[in-house]
């Protein structure tokens, strides 16, 4: 199949689908509606299940029975739905049921705006419901990438029993690229009998499954958290993933970004070598786990005289990359939180200005 | 000799956590024997509330899943919706169904969602100590309304059978209650009703289920019994209040 031209939010509905993910719950919100609009229409072409759900609450917890019961699940929602799905979150989460959550980040706080921001970064990654847990979490630069993480998103979401987030934004959502779908995944999700509450009947044991959260004894709940600490580290050395950029020469600077900004950074980059100014940039590509190490390494290089971390928010990864850099070099931040996405000749001009410092 | 009065297989054999004489112990065991007798159990699905019943699980012998307080009625839909041959139930309390949870239970019933909700109404937030409930009785002594329930100030108590029966979609909403045989008996054939149409793929049902805790009531059970008879049933009328046939006559 070749490329095709697509807006972000369908091709992330279709990359469903073809992950083999045939259940969405969802609650309209821009900027990310057409995902909802989009597999109205093509769930039932596929035989799947699209509902509506009353409150972005209800969705969180629709996706909870459903996983917890075995299927394939996902939902899509901006910022402000996502806080109401944050208390599902926690649940699936210390449930251990593995479900894909796609935001699509729109500015905050409260009603904020409608074009693209990074402001869900610390939700996504340092919490948004209650207690010690922990999402997956992967954002994408484009339309392509988004569609090749959605459909990473289940298998790993179902490899450690826990719910994946997919973070973009309002760009990534509205704008048209030309995308390739990948193969279909293999569209049984793996073996679940061991503890979902899909029907005794329709498995070998007579045990039966308990889907829940609640451990009142306190040594219990400690083990139990336990068991989910050991799953993080487990994706702390398993699942970090980053995209170094211009990182073999002798740069000055190191620009940490992700997702759509890290585009503008690249074309400053590029310019920026035009005029002899080498710039290096680390692009996580999981924001948990984060790519601290790569960081560290890149930031130790001799030539390296400062680390800046560029975002669509108001400070927030900045302390991600400070953890990483571990005193290091000095580390710097350069946002932008209305919606107004930097051109590049500004992100020259804040490089500049970091040095010169 | 044999025995003549068996646990239900749905049963578990342990000692309920629930204190002397309160009926979430009565409704479990209906809830067992309903589930035997339409031979189920290998493909139920139950939902326990966060309430006093949010160790239901404990009790019965099939998958449950553990919802967040209120919630247990999208948490089915996301069940049925996805695996239509399970038979799926909640079962929740007054504060769970009818205030944090009332959205929840409204929506699915409205869109006919095919599960079968046991929904406990015993006046007040048994588990955590006996607060005021959104179907506390005018007057009645809680420990959020030390003075009685002043509906001037706070309304009055919700009555969930009726509020769901004006919805348009069809359903079977039922009232009964748990505190002497010969209620139980009425209750136990509406469960097992409400069941069947969700075996058949008719509609919601739900069976609201007027109910004790006589510890929060400070009540020994037999009172708790009597007051539940002399106060309760006149404000929550037992009966039928809707069937999916009643839309089929028009
Ligand atoms: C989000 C949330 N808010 C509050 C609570 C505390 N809480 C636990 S049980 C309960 C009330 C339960 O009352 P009801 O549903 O009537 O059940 P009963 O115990 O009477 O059977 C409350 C408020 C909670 N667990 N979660
Ligand atoms: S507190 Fe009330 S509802 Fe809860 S177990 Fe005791 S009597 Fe039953
Ligand atoms: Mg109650």
Request: charged residues 15%; proline residues 7%.
């Given at each position: 199949m070749g490329k095709i031209l697509m807006k972000g939010n369908e091709a992330i509905g279709e990359a469903a689908i073809r992950a083999g993910c045939l259940n969405y719950f969802a609650y309209p919100i821009t900027p990310q509606s057409e995902v909802a609009e989009y597999l109205s229409r093509r769930m039932p072409e596929v035989g799947g299940v699209f509902l509506q759900g009353e409150s972005e609450i209800a969705v969180g917890y629709m996706l909870f029975g459903a996983a917890g019961c075995g299927a394939r699940v996902f939902t899509t929602s901006s910022s402000p739905g996502i806080s109401l799905m944050g208390e599902a979150l926690s649940y699936i989460s210390s449930a251990q049921c593995p479900a894909v959550f796609v935001n699509i980040v729109r500015g905050g706080?409260?009603?904020?705006?409608?074009l693209p921001s990074q402001a869900d970064y610390f939700q996504a990654?340092?919490?948004?419901?209650?207690?010690d847990y922990r999402l997956l979490v992967m954002a994408p630069d484009g339309v392509q990438e988004a569609v090749e993480m959605v459909m990473m998103a289940f298998p790993l979401a179902e490899k450690y029993r826990n719910p994946v987030m997919i973070l973009g934004d309002g760009l990534i959502g509205q704008m048209m690229e030309p995308v390739e779908f990948p193969d279909h995944l293999k569209s049984e999700p793996s073996n679940k009998d061991d503890w979902?509450?899909?029907?005794?009947?329709?498995?070998?044991?007579n045990e039966r499954n308990l889907v829940k959260s609640l451990f009142l004894n306190a040594e219990l709940l400690e083990e139990h958290n336990r068991v989910l600490k050991a799953k993080y580290d487990r994706m702390k050395k398993e699942e970090v993933r980053y995209e170094p950029y211009n990182i073999d020469t002798d740069y000055q600077v190191l620009i940490v970004s992700y997702g759509i900004i890290s585009r503008v950074c690249r074309t400053a980059i590029d310019n920026l070598k035009a005029e002899g100014f080498e710039v290096a940039m680390i692009r996580p590509k999981t924001l948990f786990p984060f790519p601290e190490k790569a960081i560290e390494e890149a930031a130790s290089?001799?030539?390296?005289?400062v680390v800046v971390s560029i975002e669509?928010?108001?400070?927030?990864m900045v302390e991600d990359v400070e953890r990483s850099v571990h005193g290091k070099r000095p580390v710097q931040w350069f946002g932008r939180s209305g919606g107004d996405i930097p051109t590049p000749e500004e992100i020259i001009d804040v490089i500049k200005s970091f040095v010169t410092l | 000799m044999a025995k003549t009065f068996k646990k239900p297989e749905?049963?578990?054999?342990q000692h309920t956590?629930?204190?002397?004489?309160?009926t979430h112990g009565v409704i479990h065991r209906l809830v067992a024997e309903v589930i035997d007798e339409l031979g189920v159990r290998g493909r139920t699905v139950g939902i326990a509330p966060?309430?006093?019943?949010?160790?239901?699980y404990n009790y019965f012998t099939f998958d449950f899943q553990e919802a967040a307080h209120g919630r247990a009625p999208a948490m089915a839909t996301g069940i049925k919706r996805v695996r239509p041959d399970l038979v799926v139930f909640t079962y929740q309390g007054d504060g769970d169904?009818?205030?944090?949870g009332m959205g929840e239970i409204i929506h699915s019933a409205n869109r006919g969602e095919k599960f079968t909700t046991i929904f406990v109404n015993?006046?007040?937030?048994?588990?955590?100590?006996g607060q005021m409930a959104?179907?506390?009785?005018?007057?009645q002594k809680t420990t959020t309304s030390p003075a009685g329930r002043d509906v001037e100030d706070v309304g009055m108590p919700i009555k969930i059978a009726e509020l769901i029966s004006a919805l348009e979609t069809p359903a079977y909403i039922v009232r009964q209650a748990v505190i002497k045989p010969k209620y139980i008996v009425r209750a136990k054939k509406a469960i097992k009703k409400a069941f069947q149409y969700q075996l058949d793929g008719r509609c919601f049902s739900l069976v609201e289920l007027v109910s004790t805790c006589p510890t929060n009531w400070g009540k020994t059970p037999v009172e708790a019994i009597k007051w539940t008879e002399e106060n309760m049933l006149s404000y929550y009328k037992l009966g039928?209040?809707?069937?999916?046939e009643q839309f089929e006559e028009d």
């Open positions: 706080p409260g009603l904020g705006g409608i990654t340092k919490g948004g419901g209650h207690g979902a509450t899909n029907g005794m009947d329709t498995r070998k044991s290089k001799d030539s390296c005289k669509l928010s108001m400070g927030q | 749905a049963l578990s054999d956590h629930y204190c002397p004489g309160c966060v309430g006093c019943a949010v160790l239901a169904l009818a205030s944090i015993n006046t007040v937030y048994g588990m955590t100590g959104p179907t506390t009785l005018p007057g039928e209040y809707k069937t999916p």
